[in-house]
């Protein structure tokens, strides 16, 4: 896809992406995909394992330097609150370390939910939430369900669930067609040996912008075994995209009932809006992943072209259709009436505000309610 307009400038926050699934799903073979997959990008991993030996980190082919934190005997939900979680995404998220994106992969007994909470909760500056991916392993879906039946609500909170281990089940459509009906609307991507599109979780950078840093790719190409001619140019058949420009400013309240009512299956959107009348003095860097959303607000830069410039990803969406809702979207009356920006301002962050979901109209939303919200399957921002 190379690179959109949401890679270069704000927001100057690291997602933080959650990686659950029960043991034996397949989440360090996706991590280990990732890295080897990185485009350039940098991965942060905190690898938690349930045990004094720290079998998962040792398989974790990026564990190297400063860029892994791993944490044996015990499960991370339980084990560290969100506090202690700042002091590893302090590190990770640390400017010299050149990360780009954590990964938090959990014990196979970890719960996401609390999981979710602590990114939510952490008031770290430098890091933004990323989504909860939930591997499932086809295989042995049916028989994971009857001993955990926990699972269904790990995948209705889940942003991306991947279903791994494809090629060893026979009725592949009945699972796929399974885990999304237990998911709330979230993509769902089919998968072998845990190869995922990373577009899917992070912006890939070509190798030659790290320009005088090792990267991931730099130490683990040569030994990557899923590096085979015959894996090129499958991955991309994974996802869906739509890219979005407008020279013509978007109505604030049409873009909130569009961001509201996205369907199943769009994972990802990035970019920049024009609001044009409705603030002329800054435009809006977009991120949203699954049901989280979040605006920033910043100046345009003087002699700037002002247009809207928006990215779109999923599994199993109608471009064409969500081009001609955004397309709807669109407004070039000169004026704007008082009200028409607050479904937007409900989710800029503030300066007391680490969780970044605001009204402008109404009290801060606090890390309390949003928990509360998290005790059924959520909406991790609240509704426009």
């Known amino acids: 896809m190379g690179n959109s307009p949401a890679d270069s400038g704000s927001p100057q926050q690291i997602p933080v992406v959650v990686l659950a699934g029960f043991l034996g799903s397949g989440k360090t073979t996706l991590l280990n995909h990732l890295l080897h997959r990185s485009g350039g990008s940098r991965i942060g991993a905190i690898v938690n394992d349930f045990g004094a030996i720290e079998i998962d980190a040792m398989a974790v082919a990026g564990a190297l330097g400063d860029s892994t934190v791993s944490l044996g005997n015990g499960c ?12 590893y995404l302090d590190r990770l998220a ?22 979710v909470r602590m990114v939510l909760a952490s ?9 909860l991916v939930e591997v ?5 879906f049916d028989d994971t369900r009857a001993r955990h039946p926990e699972i269904d609500r790990h995948l209705a909170l889940a942003d991306l669930a991947v279903v791994n281990k494809l090629d060893r089940t026979g009725d592949a459509d009945r699972v796929l067609r399974l885990v999304r009906s237990l998911t709330d609307r979230a993509a769902v991507v089919p998968a072998t040996y845990g190869r995922i599109d990373p577009e899917f979780l992070f912006d890939c950078r070509p190798s030659e912008e790290r320009v005088g840093q090792l990267s991931f790719d730099d130490l683990h190409d040569h030994d990557d075994p899923d590096h085979g001619a015959g894996d090129h140019g499958h991955l991309h058949t994974g996802y869906d995209s739509l890219s979005f420009t407008s020279d013509v400013p978007l109505e604030p309240r049409r873009l909130m009932r569009f961001l509201d009512s996205r369907p199943e299956g769009l994972y990802r959107i990035k970019g920049y ?19 989280f959303l979040r605006f920033y607000p910043e100046p345009w830069v003087p002699g700037e072209d002002r247009r809207t410039q928006l990215v779109l990803i999923g599994s199993g969406i109608d471009a064409g259709a969500l081009g001609k809702e955004l397309q ?24 007391d505000d680490p969780g970044g979901e605001t009204d402008s109209d109404t009290d801060d939303v606090t890390h ?8 059924d399957p959520p909406a991790l921002a609240p509704p426009a």
């Open 76 to 87: 991370l939900c339980c084990a560290v609150d969100a506090s202690e979680l700042d002091l």
């Open 328 to 351: 709807g979207c669109k407004n070039d009356a000169p004026h704007a009436d008082q009200h028409g920006m607050w479904g937007v301002l409900r989710y800029v962050q503030g300066p």
């Open 136 to 140: 499932v392993d086809a295989a042995e």
């Open 368 to 375: 309390d309610e949003t928990e509360a919200d998290l005790e």
């Open 94 to 115: 640390a400017p010299a370390t050149g990360i780009d994106v954590i990964v938090i992969e959990a014990s196979g007994l970890a719960e996401p939910q609390e999981l």
């Open 273 to 291: 809006v024009d609001f044009g009348p409705y603030d002329p003095v800054n435009r809006y860097a977009v991120h949203a992943v699954g049901r």
């Open 123 to 131: 008031e770290h500056p430098g890091i933004v939430y990323g989504g």
